[in-house]
């Protein structure tokens, strides 16, 4: 498998056309967080806040209005049960995630029904943590999946229950033919992180620190590509997610100089640095 | 149109007089922060108060109580559907702000309506955001716009809205004969900000950044503006205007020397420090 | 009157003994914060836990609760319409901050006699901002006045209010007098902020910048006088509060240097950092 | 007594395995934080996770969800009152944390009983505040101390509720006594703190400055004890202790080298470059 070399960084972070407006840079609109788990919605936003999404909405458990507001006064809010805003916020947005935080509760099952049901070709989906989780307990939900560019974003163990396949048979051969099943890249989060890609295209991520194990990592992870995706349209799917992945990880692997562990918060505020010397 | 100077900073930002205290650097309200995007009263208020008005009020959502308070301990909070408070709150104001993430909804018109319907000639009125798109789309508001001094900060699609002059027809002089109209300074935000002040006069803003093309960037500039009109009084509208908007976009122009975006909190933060350089 | 040397910095800010427990510097009630007014007790409070307050607690709008554990989380809470919480808080206590934020609705009237009715004589009263304003409105309370330290931190105005002196009588003569009969010490905020002891010593303050008229800065005053009283009880009070006083200009003062306007949250900020360098 | 060397840190504090993933740095579950106390379940919460925990769960009351989420994205939360969602999380954490805020109301009992009703043998259970003072006043708590791994952080005057003697007794002999009958390691906290384990081993903290003695200290120390009994799991318990220990007051001595009194926040802001010091 190839490995993703830094340089990806220089191609797809590029400098800004002097006329710029916020709506180039495309609506990120996350999905996720219910009461018990509202900082995994915060911090996907932000870091889609941070990598430079031109505008960001979270729609969240109403429980965490505050703490979004408080903590990311960029993005805007809506309560992920009013199917009304839900739907127009889906109809208007570049790039959906859903799943952070989101749980496996039935209402977690209806909201994420309304995003599958809503969402069209042209956009892009990424499908995280409790989302996942929920596919592969709702068969359902799999014949629904739409017809729009899927990215999965599975660790091992997710990856097991979605695919069924064990992790020790997750080879890169078995990994691949499901992924091709899915129509969907998938980004198989593990040691040496792998992606799968619609095109065929396998990538592999030799960088990344121990020190990133950390709860909320994922979910920062998946702000980031969110920020990419919205933002750099003009650039190869496979260049922008394999550009997310290793940003993601090096400026993990920077922060590790010095600290034992480097928290989501702590990448997330690095993201504007770091990309400007790519650019 | 002639072009903003750096010299206006200069010029505008004024070493205090030795025996200052709070009341000679004007009160601001917001009025803004709808439930869903309370961020943007927020970021309004925060730039107000870190531009150096002397006293700021957020008049929002009851739901922003709490992220205002948290996140903004320096500015009272009202709530904007509590007519007694906020007429109050209106009448004890130097520079009004309406509209940053004030929303669309009966009750936003309601509120604009008591803004409009109790502001004096002698106090500044910053009309924003969803203020801007309500005007457009309720005649009658427009008919009871006040005799006080007047500021729309519309971008170009706001613009096109509010004066119904299509983008590629916004002409300075196409601008100029609207804004004239409604006797009001005209913030028109885009690439080369334009502003049209009521005397006839035009400037054109040469720098910014299009790291500056994200959510939010419109609720600073607009507390800004309000917290320079608040405390410059002693100047010509047309000097406060102008460093105002030069501010905003110089800020951010340093900024992006290393950031590849730059958030509204970012160009807030450096707010004290960057005025400092030109008293 | 004399003026405050800052050679008192290194008399009231001592070293602390080696064996020390929180105990040992003091418990700080602040009272205030009403819905609309939260940040005020956020900022005293936190100014009285980054001075070095052993133990700071806020009776406060349960409004508030979320953004005081959110900002402060060194904090504890209270209902401050809860009368048997408060009560007990107020005899815990030994210093209490009655004033910041807390409104003169029918509700602070009656949260501010329960202060005054449950306060004993070894213990400091701070009677700051709204709570000034309600004893100047209404007689009664006067008469409940306790037998406790009793300081004021009045501005011109409010102690116009209080003392029934109009600004331009405000000498020192009219104002010691005035004092006297209140019994308090009097710390009278102004350009250059004046204190009568009630030992009949006034000083008066010669520093501060013009930098910090700007709202919350009276809060953060009362914080650190809190803090102060609370840590330094083997000093004169006499030395403790000039030091206090001096503490919040001197540091408003260096921030000066590099800042337009300095903010309450700066100076907060600051406190650790300077008091080290007299201790 | 023998006293703890910083060469415990180089020993304790390892280097992270390349191929790690949060899962194997432990899952650490705080039942703390009353309405009235929730900064200091924020604080045990945010030191674990800043110490590199690798899942930090906070049970606390229903008021304090917002602030958790705010202060501390990393974290989860669940309502304490929750028995079904408590008795859950008790039974996934690797190390639960009962105290920090918790209070001593008739609610307080109830939670405390979950959590000893629901802890085994291998799990890690740090009785910590509020929790030791339950202990002390219902004595048919402490006839269902479970059988696991128990810590209790009392200071020295919870130490005296909890043992019955009185601190002038507290020498090492009596305490030890003590600590024995209650199969637990004990930490009593002091001026030189002291750690009495199960096999017998006494040790005593040399360091720490009296910049600490301020509230939340404690919480603090729970919260890096909790962090690092999670993750140091193929160490010797008394080793990970006397560095969890030795690490919260050599970050405050570091940083009391410049700041008067050091909070609580400082420390955790601190841990994550100090552990990679001695990694």
Redesign the interface.
Known sequence: MEKIQEQILNRV?Q????????G??GKVLVVGGC??????A??AG?AA????????TIASAK????????????????NFLDKV?LTQAIKQANVIVVGP?LGTTFHAIEIFKVVLNNISANQDLIIDGSAITLLSMHAELMTILPNANLFFTP?EMEWQRLSKIAIPNQTPENNQQKQQELNATVILK??HTEIYFKNGMCKKLMIGT??M?????GDTLTGILAGFLAQFKNQSVENVIQAAVYTHSKIADDL?A?????????IINA??????HY?
């Open positions: 972070i400098k800004r056309p002097e006329e710029s407006y916020k180039m840079f009461a018990n788990m509202g900082g995994a915060i911090m932000s806040v941070h990598s430079g999404a031109g505008l960001v429980e965490n209005l505050t703490a979004i507001h408080a903590a990311l006064p960029e993005a805007m809010y809506i805003q935080g660790h593990k040691h121990p020190a194990a950390t709860g909320g990592m590790a010095e600290k034992y562990v480097v928290l989501p918060t702590d993201l504007q640095v770091f990309m400007h650019m």
